[in-house]
């Protein structure tokens, strides 16, 4: 995994506070085209089945909570200060 990945994968767990799998295979979105053309082509019945016998394993990548309450804080100073800059533009059309 690189480590532009890798940082991803650790901003997402921590701001959503939920599991994330990291596909073993470094082209996941090929092997997804892969799939859906196998399905497609009644290789298999469906993509749960192709996906079962085409992909290999995953990394599971736990959240860690302490992290997300921060990250929920943060998000509710961002809507704040949006509601705050809409409430600013109105003031202002009110000029023109």
Request: glycine share 6%; proline share 4%.
């Amino acid at each position: 995994m690189s480590s532009s990945t890798r940082e991803l994968v650790r901003l997402t767990e921590k701001v959503q506070g939920l599991p994330v799998l990291v596909p073993g295979e470094p082209e996941s979105v090929l092997l997804g085209g892969a799939v859906l053309a196998a399905t497609v082509a009644s290789v298999y019945k469906d993509v749960s089945e192709a996906t079962s016998h085409m992909c290999g394993e995953g990394t599971v990548v736990l959240p860690q909570l302490r992290d997300k309450s921060f990250h929920d804080s943060k998000y509710e100073v961002f809507l704040k200060l949006l509601t705050c800059q809409k409430e600013c533009r109105e003031i202002m059309q009110e000029m023109f």
